[in-house]
């Protein structure tokens, strides 16, 4: 990770970076992460539905807003994606990315994120007029945490821009970012590190953009 909330300095850059859940709240967080993919990835979708809505009514209860009430309300418009529920699914993102907000600084990571995931939903459930500016503006958030340093710190970032790249249709601009990203890993990892590996997959899926499957 870069930082804590704010703005910091790498290599004289200066770029905003992402807060950190601390302590038991971050593997609190990571539990419930694995459990709603777990329950999602065993096709357990009304499961998920029933962990997310009483998880949630219990934040209610007690008044706590945190990332981890974030991660629930992705978890539940998955769910309602997973069940064709769209309404439902917007509705829970819509209610996340305003969280984020209220939690966040502006030039988060975090928001970026929620943008970013407002915006698949609105692409995968044919809504491109709405998904594009979201997209849009993910990418600008995107840009600061990268900046012109491509250390293994900001690989994570560097990931989310080249998707977010695609998502407006920048494939070039996706794959020469991803090859730096590539030449990063190699050089601090060793090359059969998984980190390698998942930049080469990222590579290879902005590489077979639309029109480039028929060897265009």
């Known amino acids: 990770m870069i930082g804590e909330m704010g703005r910091s300095r790498i290599h004289g850059e200066k770029g905003p970076c992402a807060s950190r859940p601390k302590g038991n ?35 209610e209860k007690t008044g706590e807003s945190s990332q981890e009430t974030i991660f629930l309300l992705e978890a539940q418009s998955r769910a309602y994606l997973a069940v064709k529920n769209y309404p439902k699914a917007e509705s829970s993102l819509q209610k996340a990315l ?3 907000k209220n939690i966040f600084s502006p030039e988060s990571v975090e928001i970026a994120d929620a943008i970013k995931k407002l915006g698949d939903l609105y692409l995968v459930t044919g809504q491109a007029e709405k998904s594009k ?10 840009k600061g945490f990268v900046g012109v340093y491509y250390g293994f710190s900001v690989l994570p970032y560097i990931h989310r821009l080249s998707e977010a790249y695609q998502s407006v249709g920048d494939f070039a601009a996706a ?20 980190l390698v590996a998942i930049t080469l997959l990222r590579l290879a899926r902005a590489e077979k953009r639309p029109g480039r499957e028929e060897g265009g």
Do not use: C, M, V
């Open 133 to 142: 500016p979201l997209f849009e503006l993910a990418l600008k958030n995107y």
């Open 25 to 59: 709240e971050k593997a609190l967080i990571k539990s419930k992460a694995l459990l709603a993919d777990i329950k999602l990835n065993l096709q357990s979708r009304w499961s998920l539905l029933r962990f997310s809505i009483k998880s949630l009514d219990l934040h």
């Open 98 to 100: 305003s969280l984020a």
């Open 175 to 194: 794959k020469n970012l991803l090859e730096k990203g590539l030449a990063t890993s190699r050089e601090s990892f060793g090359p059969r590190h998984p």
